[in-house]
């Protein structure tokens, strides 16, 4: 394995597919910030700790029952990532680049008129509409640009 792959392997990265002109973006320094919508069923950004056992679950649906209905419940817990591999589109030479993560962080959905957080349920647990902002650093490498 070249040296240079052999860095990267030990980093925790996330593959992510965008759009050229969000990618453009990210590339000249303009876009800063990539935001996901997190879901219940999407394991890759999101996990959940029952707060019980302090045990942590890849699925909401992994997550004992009796840990949803204690007083201590479940918390989502975000998962670390050090960079993420942006591709654009899915041909076989797509460009890309390795990007690196300098933070994360929850964000609440609220209503426009409201403000309130907008709460939805799933499985039969509630949960609170979230997005997931991965704040972004220098550019890794770079591939077919």
Aim: charged share 30%; with cysteine; hydrophobic share 35%.
């Amino acid at each position: 394995m070249p040296p240079l792959l052999m860095k990267f392997t030990a980093m925790k990265i996330l593959t992510l597919i965008i759009k050229q002109k969000w990618f453009d973006a990210i590339l000249s320094g303009e876009k800063t910030v990539e935001t996901r919508e997190v879901r219940p069923t999407n394991t890759k950004y999101i996990s959940y700790r029952d707060n019980n056992t302090g045990k942590v679950y890849k699925k909401d649906s992994d997550v004992p029952e009796s840990a949803w209905d204690s007083e201590k419940g479940v918390d989502t817990v975000i998962n670390h990532y050090d960079a993420i591999q942006f591709w654009v589109g899915y041909e076989k030479n797509r460009p890309g680049a390795l990007v690196e993560v300098k933070g994360v962080e929850l964000v609440d959905v609220c209503d426009e008129e409201t403000k309130e957080p907008i709460v939805y349920e799933h499985n039969g647990n509630e949960y609170t509409m979230t997005e997931i902002d991965y704040h972004l650093g220098k550019v890794i490498e770079k591939m077919n640009c």
